[in-house]
């Protein structure tokens, strides 16, 4: 029963580039949600979705960020236009409803901007 | 100001030392979650508590939540080297009414055992 998987483990991008982080839930998981961790300041919630639907994307920058969570497929953080203050640690967490079940992690990505 | 504070920071421990982690919050907490972190991977979950009183316990670690549910314990009994790495506390500080499962989570509590 594999756990909530993430890819990539690394990711590197130059000012300016892309970044696409992928999260693959637990099985039978349809709640997701992502958090960003920078060294001195914690784990922070950016959002939470469910299929096809945001449900609170409250912890989002308002710019250059955005995240789906498709039909098919795994749930996708993106990030345009990727600056210095955007590297950190990405985590994703599942649970199988968003009431009272405990979140489990992926192993997150890690992202280095140059 | 941090909404959920964990002490202390660090802790350095002798093997087969008991200890304790302490976490705060000036909310009421709906759900509090336990999790561990080791450098450099992700988060595992280690217990949830969410009744006033509550108290879980998982081989040597024994988690409590308050009876005003405001402030959390987890004890480890006879602390070993795989017990080291970074705990984390993550809450429901919104409850029923937030609209929201995200979590908000302390700093954590860097834990060394030393043989």
């Known amino acids: 029963n594999a756990g909530v998987m993430q890819n990539p483990r690394h990711l590197v991008r130059r000012r300016g580039q892309e970044a696409r982080l992928r999260c693959s839930p637990m099985k039978g998981h349809s709640h997701v949600y992502w958090y960003r961790q920078l060294p001195e300041e914690g784990l922070k919630f950016m959002v939470y979705?469910?299929?096809?639907?945001?449900?609170?994307e409250s912890g989002m920058p308002k710019e250059r960020f955005s995240a789906e969570f498709p039909k098919e497929g795994p749930s996708i953080l993106r990030i345009q236009q990727v600056v210095r203050g955007d590297s950190a640690a990405y985590f994703c967490?599942?649970?199988?409803?968003?009431?009272?079940?405990?979140?489990?992690f992926g192993d997150g990505t890690r992202l280095s901007i140059l | 100001s941090q909404e959920l504070e964990q002490s202390p920071q660090s802790l350095i421990v002798q093997e087969g030392k008991n200890l304790t982690i302490n976490c705060t919050s000036s909310?009421?907490?709906?759900?509090l979650y336990w999790y561990k972190q080791k450098y450099g991977e992700g988060l595992i979950f280690l217990m949830m508590?969410?009744?006033?009183?509550e108290e879980k316990s998982h081989e040597k670690i024994t988690a409590k939540l308050d009876e005003k549910k405001q402030q959390s314990s987890l004890h480890i009994t006879a602390s070993q080297p795989s017990h080291a790495g970074i705990y984390l506390c993550g809450a429901d500080i919104l409850g029923p009414a937030g609209g929201a499962d995200g979590l908000t989570f302390g700093k954590g509590t860097h834990l060394i055992i030393q043989p």
């Open positions: 508590l969410q009744k006033g009183g």
């Open positions: 967490a599942s649970s199988p409803t968003g009431v009272d079940q405990p979140q489990h």
């Open positions: 909310k009421t907490l709906y759900g």
């Open positions: 979705l469910q299929k096809e639907n945001i449900i609170d």
